[in-house]
């Protein structure tokens, strides 16, 4: 009867324990991949029963992973307009999207001699940006590039380099494989070669803000609600802020 006991409390044990953690599946943006990996490391510190799986990608990507019913609790853009696509098919927890965080966008790419602008990017051969149908920052480059009236110029020559997410157009700057890139000012200070040629003009295109929400999924975890609540501690402010990201105060 002894041993019996011994083997079945540790089997109790490991179920007690396995039951009190909880698994996070967080969505984000790419371009707060390294903001979020040390938000996460300061929440896990403080709540240890929290496994965080994070899915760094394209924001539209992201958003039709989770149409599609792939595992999501948390979920981060890098525009509005796909967490509304999100809210509208009632993928979103009621009264949880709320934006914490803005950026710029800039454009990179080797130290050049004369400034460069954005009326003088058709000089240039190839032009990396995400793309506008899935990535914010395409979007966003986009708009720019239009307002200043060469998108379909560039376009039409195929200058254009289609990049899956601002990290893959960072990265094709950074390798000097492309000649220059649209990618967000928080991007551009990781970089190790590449570096800032100019700033876009922020009346070029919509103010880039990062709404943060819930899916219904999340709104039951007690763990997804927590890091939810501590997006807005002044411990992710802080460390958002390290990263180039303008927070509310």
Do not use: C
Request: charged residues 20%; proline residues 5%; without cysteine.
């Amino acid at each position: 009867m002894k041993i019996k006991i011994l083997i079945i409390v540790p089997v109790l044990l490991f179920f007690t324990v396995a039951a009190s953690a909880e698994t996070v599946y967080l969505s984000a943006a790419a371009s707060m991949t390294d903001a979020l990996k040390e938000i996460i490391t300061g929440f896990t510190a403080i709540r240890h029963a929290a496994q965080i799986r994070p899915n760094f990608a394209s924001s539209g990507s992201l958003a039709k992973q989770i149409e599609q019913g792939a595992p999501g609790d948390v979920y981060i853009s890098a525009n509005p307009e796909w967490m509304r696509y999100l809210v509208k098919q009632r993928l979103i927890a009621p009264g949880t999207d709320r934006i914490f965080a803005y950026n710029k966008l800039v454009f990179i790419g080797e130290k050049r001699s004369v400034p460069l602008t954005l009326d003088k990017l058709a000089e240039l051969e190839r032009i990396a940006l995400g793309s506008p149908q899935s990535a914010p920052a395409g979007q966003y480059a986009k708009q720019a590039l239009e307002h200043a009236g060469v998108y379909a110029l560039l376009a039409k020559q195929r200058k254009l380099v289609m990049a899956k997410d601002v990290r893959q157009a960072l990265l094709y700057a950074d390798r000097g494989e492309v000649d220059g890139a649209f990618v967000y000012r928080t991007d551009a200070l990781s970089a190790r070669n590449a570096e800032i040629l100019f700033t876009v003009p922020d009346n070029f295109y919509d103010r880039v803000a990062y709404p943060l929400g819930l899916t219904p999924a999340g709104a039951k975890n007690t763990s997804a609600k927590a890091l939810y609540e501590y997006m807005s501690s002044p411990e992710a402010k802080a460390v958002l802020k390290k990263y180039g990201f303008e927070v509310e105060k």
